[in-house]
C-alpha cells in the first residue's frame, strides 16, 4: 500500500512528465497544463504537502528551489524578460496537488499577480 502523491510517482517515473532536471534534492518538469509559454513545476523530492507543513529541516531544499528555477528560466531563455515564481498554498490559493511545489512561468507578459476585480 503506497500513499505517494501524483507529484511523488513522477518523481519516481511511475508516470510520465516531461522531466527538465532531477537530482537528489529537486525534479522539475513541464505542467500539464500550461497557463503560459514557459509553465514548469520545481518540487522538492521530499513529500511536503503545504508550505503549512515546513519544518525547520526543509530551508535548505527550499532555498534550492529558486537555484533550479533561475537555471531553468535561463534554459528556457526567459531570464531576461521575467519571470513569476508562484508558491499555492491551500483552498484559497486554489492548491490542486499537495506536494509542496513552485511554479515558473514566463514567455508572455503576466499581467496582474491578484485578479483585479477581486475585491477585499
Ligand atoms: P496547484 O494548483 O498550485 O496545486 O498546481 C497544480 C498544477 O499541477 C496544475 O498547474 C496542474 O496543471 C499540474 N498538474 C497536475 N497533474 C499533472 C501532471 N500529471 N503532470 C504535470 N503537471 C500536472
Known amino acids: 500500500m503506497t500513499s505517494d502523491t501524483l507529484f511523488t510517482k ?8 516531461d522531466i527538465l ?4 534534492r529537486v525534479t522539475a518538469f513541464r505542467d500539464i497544463n500550461p497557463q503560459a509559454p514557459t509553465h514548469i513545476l520545481i518540487i522538492p523530492n521530499k513529500e511536503i504537502p ?3 507543513d515546513i519544518s525547520d ?12 528555477a533561475k537555471k531553468l528560466a ?3 531563455n526567459i ?3 521575467g519571470y513569476r515564481l508562484l508558491v499555492n498554498c491551500g483552498k484559497h490559493a486554489g492548491q490542486e496537488v ?7 512561468f514566463g514567455g508572455k507578459p503576466l499581467g496582474r499577480m491578484v485578479q483585479l476585480e477581486d475585491s477585499f
Open 10 to 17: 513522477i518523481i519516481k517515473h511511475d508516470i510520465h512528465a
Open 21 to 24: 532536471f532531477q537530482d537528489e
Open 50 to 52: 503545504t508550505v503549512n
Open 57 to 68: 529541516e526543509d530551508e535548505s531544499v527550499l532555498g534550492y528551489l529558486f537555484v533550479v
Open 74 to 76: 535561463g534554459q528556457e
Open 79 to 81: 531570464d531576461k524578460d
Open 98 to 104: 499537495f506536494h509542496l511545489h513552485m511554479h515558473l
